[in-house]
């Protein structure tokens, strides 16, 4: 018997992703919490599975506790298929020692 799309749809949807987890979230304002964020995007109804964050780093050493703590975040939950990205972008003129660092975690 051929299943229908509905079903096909929300087989995937229930087994698919992943949801932002209030955990994941504490984890990560405490990486963040000494940090100007400059942007935050949150995407998902009514579960969140998808965050846009861009926070500006002073210095190397700064970048470098923020790169570091959320590699450890998404580490630490191991092959659970969280898609993250993070991105360091030199500020340069007139600020070549500040970074603005983007991150992404889950799928657009």
Request: charged share 30%; with cysteine; hydrophobic share 40%.
């Amino acid at each position: 018997m051929e299943r229908r799309g509905s079903e096909v749809l929300m087989e995937q949807y229930r087994s698919g992703g992943f949801v932002l987890d209030d955990g994941m979230i504490e984890e990560l304002a405490v990486v963040l919490d000494e940090f100007e964020l400059r942007h935050v995007f949150i995407k998902g109804l009514p579960k969140p599975d998808y965050l846009h964050i861009t926070v500006d780093a002073d210095d190397i050493d700064r970048c470098g506790t923020i790169v570091k703590g959320i590699a450890g975040i998404l580490g630490k939950r191991g092959a659970t298929g969280i898609p993250g990205v993070v991105k360091v972008f030199p500020k340069g003129i007139p600020w070549p020692e500040a970074f603005s660092v983007q991150v992404d975690i889950g799928k657009r």
